[in-house]
């Protein structure tokens, strides 16, 4: 089974924090996305990448920067962490059947 | 643009009865469609999709999807729901090129009542 995995489940930052979330995918998929997902907005495509080095922005990129350097790996960067960046956030990997997504990581900024 | 609707935010059903989650689609193509199931404090996992070809589809768990060109829909529906099937739902829409960036309904929470 494919597996994509997120380091961290809960984490807690301070307003003005830089804040790495890490997504790690074993099945040599080429396409990777980070979704955020809202109660009543369900999930919204921050950014996402379709090779090594190559990423486009999704609808909602705004405060956020992503990092592919490796093909198994997808970081998704908040610059400046804001209270209104509180949310869960999902990777997710695609390659057959579909996408796969990872447990999700719920981002509390204070 | 393309959207996905799911007109139910909340739906409660007895175990052991039918059950049925809306999703209607905009989308200007001939879409990917499919549903996500996500329990709590999970990612989302996979139910079933739609490509082409038959237009009801099986899925795990023992849910079922039909889609209907006609009504811009793709509803999901399984005969007799456990109580283990409480969970939110969502439905999603995507482009059949490369790439493929879903796009995806608000969700539907699922409620069980014994």
């Known amino acids: 089974d494919v597996k994509v995995t997120q380091s961290s489940r809960y984490l807690v930052k301070r307003t003005g924090e830089k804040v790495f979330l890490e997504c790690v995918q074993d099945?040599?998929?080429?396409?990777m996305f980070w979704y955020r997902q809202d109660p009543g907005l369900g999930l919204r495509l921050i950014y996402f990448?379709?090779?090594?080095?190559?990423?486009e922005k999704g609808d909602i990129p705004e405060g956020y920067s992503v990092s592919r350097e490796k093909k198994e790996r997808f970081s998704l960067i908040l610059e400046s962490a804001s209270t209104n960046q509180t949310s869960m956030y999902l990777c997710?990997?695609?390659?057959?059947?579909?996408?796969?997504f990872g447990s999700g990581t719920r981002l509390t900024v204070v | 643009a393309q959207s996905v609707t799911q007109p139910d935010i909340h739906i409660t059903v007895s175990e052991g009865a039918s059950l049925e989650l809306r999703c209607n689609y905009s989308?200007?193509?001939?879409?990917?469609l499919f549903w996500y199931v996500q329990s709590p404090g999970q990612g989302l996992q996979l139910l079933l999709k739609?490509?082409?070809?038959?237009?009801l589809v099986q899925g795990i768990k023992g849910f079922e999807a039909e889609f209907k060109r006609s009504q811009s829909s793709f509803n999901l529906r399984k005969p007799s729901v456990h109580w283990s099937d409480a969970a939110e739902y969502f439905c999603?829409?995507?482009?059949?090129?490369?790439?493929?960036?879903?796009?995806f309904g608000a969700g539907t929470i699922l409620r069980v009542k014994s």
């Open positions: 999603a829409v995507g482009p059949m090129e490369y790439g493929n960036k879903l796009v």
């Open positions: 989308y200007g193509a001939t879409p990917y």
């Open positions: 990448s379709y090779d090594v080095k190559m990423k």
């Open positions: 739609y490509f082409s070809g038959d237009t």
């Open positions: 997710a990997s695609r390659g057959t059947p579909g996408y796969t």
């Open positions: 099945m040599d998929h080429e396409n």
